[in-house]
């Protein structure tokens, strides 16, 4: 007797949605959050403070950036525990690891070669200006005495950001989804940022309704973030939400991923 013929890979070919459901990843973020709030809260306190203390030696620090894709596809694994009725536990931070480590710290360097590259390019377009920015400091900056200094660096300033938004934009949409795709579908490194980059462009409008809804909650965080003088704290508070917001947003776009069985 033959054996059976394994069954083939499902289809990982994203489909477009309303731009409503943008919102409703949030709304499904949220829900897995309240799910477990003080675990949520824990893990994201747990990985902004090694983070920032590894972040002190610039070499662990770039280590810190490559394992990043790990710990997302680990968390995200923790929601999908949470929506099948399981605990969030610690050790869904290492799944990534242990399940699809290589590839998930590919996904890293490449992102993270990527953004180097991108930061010598704004370096070598507005590198005078920034210095000179770099020199007023923040009191600087906001000392009216500076004012036309200020609007005579305005023009560099602006074309090496709109060059370093331009080009980083790409970037965040192909690892966007990728570390899930590999996580929960064995999708290759490339194939991942491809399959990611092609979901985020196709859904256009659901990623713009995304988007403003997470700079809202940016926004309205940003007096605490001054206050502690961490720029990036805005985001580290939105984390218990938008990481399950990620996984929401993987789900629907992905109708053919074998996350959505079992």
């Not at 990527?114 to 020199?135: K, P, S, T, V």
């Not at 400091?137 to 602006?158: F, I, R, S, Y």
């Not at 990481?243 to 947003?249: D, F, K, M, W």
């Amino acid at each position: 007797m033959e054996a059976p013929e394994p069954a083939p890979a499902p289809s990982l070919e994203p489909r477009r949605v309303p731009a409503a459901r943008g919102w409703a990843w949030i709304v499904e973020g949220f829900l897995l959050f309240r799910a477990a709030p003080l675990q949520w809260g824990a893990l994201t306190v747990l990985l902004f403070v090694a983070l920032k203390v590894v972040g002190i030696i610039p070499v662990i620090g770039l280590v810190a950036v490559l394992a990043a894709p790990n710990f997302l596809a680990g968390l995200a694994h923790g929601a999908q525990a949470l929506e099948r009725g399981k605990p969030l536990r610690a050790g869904y931070l290492l799944s990534g690891f242990l399940k699809s480590g290589a590839p998930l710290i590919t996904i890293g360097a490449l992102s993270l070669a990527a953004y180097l590259g991108i930061a010598m390019l704004i370096a070598a377009l507005g590198g005078d200006a920034l210095r000179q920015l770099a020199e007023l400091g923040p009191g600087g900056m906001a000392d009216p005495a500076n004012q036309a200094k200020l609007q005579q660096l305005a023009p560099e300033l602006t074309e090496a950001m709109l060059v370093g938004i331009g080009l980083s934009l790409p970037v965040v949409l192909a690892t966007w989804f990728a570390p899930l795709l590999v996580f929960f579908d064995d999708a290759g490194v490339v194939p991942s940022l491809w399959l990611s980059l092609k979901a985020c462009l196709r859904n256009v409008g659901a990623f713009t309704v995304y988007g403003a809804a997470v700079m809202a909650g940016l926004v309205l965080l940003l007096p605490f973030s001054l206050a502690a003088r961490q720029l990036d704290l805005g985001w580290w508070m939105l984390a218990p939400i938008l990481i399950p917001s990620v996984y929401a947003g993987y789900k629907d776009l992905f109708p053919g991923s074998r996350v959505r069985q079992g």
